[in-house]
């Protein structure tokens, strides 16, 4: 199967986590932020473009939403969360263009409590958002297929889930039209303001690997 992307990973200190993954497509890196992104994450976030269609971040004041970044910069043990900055490498230093990861990393429906260190019974649910100068040029469908498989191949999470208001044309675009996914229609809307829902497990990832 071709290689998608470089990974150097040490999270041998979770304070300071070290990942970057580097596409092999695209002029694209993603990395767990540090501290000198915290200005980017923020412009990011603070784009009225970037945030519209998310329910839970729209609402957050500037203290909230830096909260939230500063929160991007560290891990926790187990892992609950792993978000990375995009960044442009045509640039030198490169520039950031938009925010991508799993937001949320937790136990699959229906697991034990025994289950809950175990990562291989875990969900993730990844995002993606890139700033509007930067779109369509396929950043964030190659930043979401790099999170999806280091999700399920390196993090070994059991499913990662995509979720999306069906109003989000841009999101629905890029699932089905460069994934070729159907999403599921949830039955209640979610905090984020979600109604639909791709569910992403190995076998699944592995056919459309395999179609590409
Ligand atoms: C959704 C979003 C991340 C797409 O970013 P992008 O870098 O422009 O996406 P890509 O260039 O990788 O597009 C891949 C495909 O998605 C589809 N797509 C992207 N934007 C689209 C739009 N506005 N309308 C319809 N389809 C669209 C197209 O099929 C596109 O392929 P093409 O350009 O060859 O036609 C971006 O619009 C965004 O940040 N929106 C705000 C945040 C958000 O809604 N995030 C999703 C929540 S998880």
């Known amino acids: 199967m071709a290689t998608i992307y470089t990974n150097q990973t040490n999270l041998c200190d979770l304070g300071h986590p ?12 993603l990395r767990v932020p540090q501290d000198e992104d915290l200005p980017a994450l923020l412009d990011i976030l603070s784009n009225t473009e970037n945030i519209k269609t998310d329910l839970s971040v729209a609402a957050l004041n500037a203290q909230e939403r830096e909260g939230i970044c500063r929160r991007w910069l560290t891990l926790n043990n187990p892992l609950d969360h792993m978000n990375f900055i995009m960044i442009d490498t045509r640039e030198s230093p490169g520039k950031p263009i938009g925010i991508t990861g799993l937001g949320w990393i937790g136990p699959m429906e229906n697991s034990s409590q ?13 995002g993606v958002m890139v700033n509007p100068e930067a779109r369509r040029k396929g950043f964030a ?3 979401l297929k790099i999170v999806i498989d280091y999700g399920l191949k390196e993090l070994n999470l059991a ?11 841009a999101m629905r675009g890029l699932m089905e039209g460069k994934f070729e996914m159907e999403p599921e229609e949830c039955r209640q809307v979610d905090r984020f303001g979600n109604d639909l829902m791709w569910r992403i497990n190995k076998e699944r990832w592995s056919l459309f690997l395999g179609h590409e």
């Open 114 to 126: 025994e289950d809950f260190d175990d990562v291989s019974m875990r969900a993730g649910a990844a």
């Open 141 to 143: 469908a190659e930043a």
């Open 159 to 169: 499913e990662i889930r995509v979720g999306t208001p069906s109003s989000n044309m």
């Open 18 to 29: 070290v990942v970057d993954l580097r596409s092999v497509n695209k002029p694209l890196k």
